[in-house]
């Protein structure tokens, strides 16, 4: 059995934007600025960055030990930070993807055959 047209399009779609994204995450990621992130730069400004806890609960979490810093820990230094943006940009992609497959309503048979006609 074929896809429909309109099927294919749309994973045609979201392929070539998933491919995208892989590229831009990958290959200009290393680009990226080093001064500090929005935050980070507020808490510098307003000079409560002093008073952080030393030991915040995210430190807690098992992930926190590969990826500190927008980079991928025990990697050479040339692919930690391209390495991170492929595994967030799949990671949210994944998260995307499943968020939508339970939000779209599955139709019926009938109701594909009564809209490809």
């Known amino acids: 059995m074929s896809l429909p047209s ?9 392929a070539i934007g998933l491919g995208v994204a892989l590229v831009i995450s990958t290959l200009l990621s290393p680009f990226a600025s080093q001064a500090p992130d ?10 409560f960055n002093t008073k952080e806890d030393p030991n915040p609960p ?4 098992p992930f926190r030990r590969i990826f500190d810093q927008y980079s991928l ?5 040339q692919f930690a930070t ?3 943006g492929l595994a967030g940009t799949l ?5 995307a ?5 339970l939000a779209v ?6 109701d594909q055959k009564s809209s490809l006609k």
């Open 6 to 14: 309109s099927l294919k399009r749309n994973s045609t779609f979201v």
């Open 38 to 47: 929005g935050l980070d730069r507020v808490a510098q400004d307003l000079k």
């Open 58 to 61: 995210s430190h807690a979490l």
């Open 73 to 77: 820990n025990g990697v050479p230094q």
């Open 82 to 84: 391209p390495l991170a």
């Open 91 to 95: 990671a949210v992609f994944g998260m």
């Open 97 to 101: 993807w499943g968020v939508g497959k």
């Open 105 to 110: 309503r599955k139709t019926s048979d009938a």
